[in-house]
């Protein structure tokens, strides 16, 4: 069965640095891409970036560029999302997805992690 | 970028109807486009994608079509399960998007 279990659910001041992560297991990791989707509250879902987990190749969108570092540690089959300083704005559920591979090319999310709850507050 | 438009943000619904939702990107995706469903404090999970292909263990009152620009996701027949926000994405290139979701409300 595939599974992605992410990390707890985190409490941070402005400022302070944070790593979550996403664990899959029951495939095998590095042939699929982890992505990670940020939903802030009561609002929708915004696509961050993705990350292939056999070659660390990754694209961020845009507005997440330069504002967070997404990573893989391959030996332990996990996906990470950092934060070197982080702002109240960046309060939200973090999610991860698994891109599906079908014939060789990146495809639609087809596992979702449970999400971790970030909170950032003085 | 790809910018995805849904259509209407919120729909009022009661069980047993028809319901569509419509979905726009701002230019071509071919069928590169997929379905996902909300409930209130839980993951997204997949319904549909390559704009027709329903996923294993989806029930099949939920159906999707459209090519290019415009797409639509028709559930049949509403299901008490079925109350939840719906949002499109498209994953035809970098970066991917949603739409803003739709949310289907008990009339």
């Known amino acids: 069965e595939v599974q992605l279990v992410q990390s707890g659910a985190e409490v941070k001041k402005p400022g302070e640095s944070l790593k979550i992560s996403c664990k899959g297991s029951g495939y095998k990791f590095t042939s699929y891409w982890i992505g990670w989707v940020r939903q802030m509250p009561g609002k929708g879902l915004e696509w961050m970036g993705i990350i292939h987990a056999g070659d660390s190749e990754t694209t961020y969108s845009p507005s997440f560029q330069g504002q967070v570092t997404i990573s893989v540690e391959r030996s332990t089959s996990t996906a990470y999302l950092q934060w070197s300083s982080l702002q109240a704005s960046d309060t939200a559920i973090y999610y991860c997805?698994?891109?599906?591979?079908?014939?060789?090319?990146?495809?639609?999310?087809?596992?979702w992690g449970q999400g971790t709850l970030v909170t950032v507050s003085s | 970028d790809i910018q995805m438009a849904q259509s209407p943000s919120t729909l009022s619904a009661s069980i047993g109807d028809r319901v569509t939702i419509t979905c726009r990107a701002s230019q071509s995706i071919s069928s590169w486009l997929a379905w996902y469903q909300q409930k209130p404090g839980k993951a997204p999970e997949l319904l549909i994608y390559k704009a027709s292909s329903l996923q294993s263990g989806v029930p099949s009152r939920f159906s999707g079509s459209g090519s290019g620009t415009e797409f639509t996701l028709t559930i049949s027949s509403l299901q008490p399960d079925d109350f939840a926000t719906y949002y499109c994405q498209h994953y035809n290139s970098f970066p991917w998007t949603f739409g803003q979701g739709t949310k289907v409300e008990i009339k």
């Open positions: 997805a698994r891109g599906t591979i079908f014939r060789g090319v990146l495809h639609h999310f087809d596992y």
